[in-house]
């Protein structure tokens, strides 16, 4: 498993944990408040690191994208995540960690699009970044989706500190 699967699941563990811990507060409480982000502080800070950790290492990670190739041109999937009908649509790209992944995607994308004939690429991260930059509406990477529900913005993916 690669080493930036294992931090995103890392993270998304303790993100439904600390939500968990929200969901629960608020029953009792009509905000979060500062007793609360003090008593999880440092699981508030793990969180960021872990994020931040992530952030690098997608800039330089391989993935798999899959593209659809039954139209003329090779097209790249995207997931429009937007559902206003006057805006542009807003999107992300699939990205995959490993193939079982994109092969579980590329299943669902057939049961939602029909007998499309789909095919993989390798990429890394700031590549794909790169190849959408001029596109407003791509928002950006989507690890692992749809299985997953783990999206890194376009600006976040970056190399180093600033």
Partial sequence: MSE?????E???????DL??????????????DEAFENENMTQIE??????????????????????NATSEDKEVVALIISDEEDEGEEFVIPAYTDEAEANEAIETFKE?????????????GSEIVA????????????????????????EDVHDCCE
């Fill in 19 to 32: 939500n968990e811990k929200v969901e629960k507060y608020l029953e009792e409480n009509d905000d979060i």
């Fill in 131 to 154: 190849d959408h930059s001029e596109d407003d509406e791509f928002i950006g990477i989507a690890i692992n989706a749809p299985q997953w529900d783990f999206v890194i913005g376009r």
């Fill in 46 to 67: 793990e969180l960021g690191e872990l994020y931040h950790e992530i952030e690098h290492m997608v800039f330089n990670e391989e993935f798999i994208i899959v593209s």
């Fill in 112 to 124: 939602q699009f029909g007998e499309n004939e789909f095919i993989c690429d390798h990429k890394t």
């Fill in 10 to 16: 890392k993270f998304i563990e303790l993100d439904d």
């Fill in 4 to 8: 930036v699967k294992q931090l995103i």
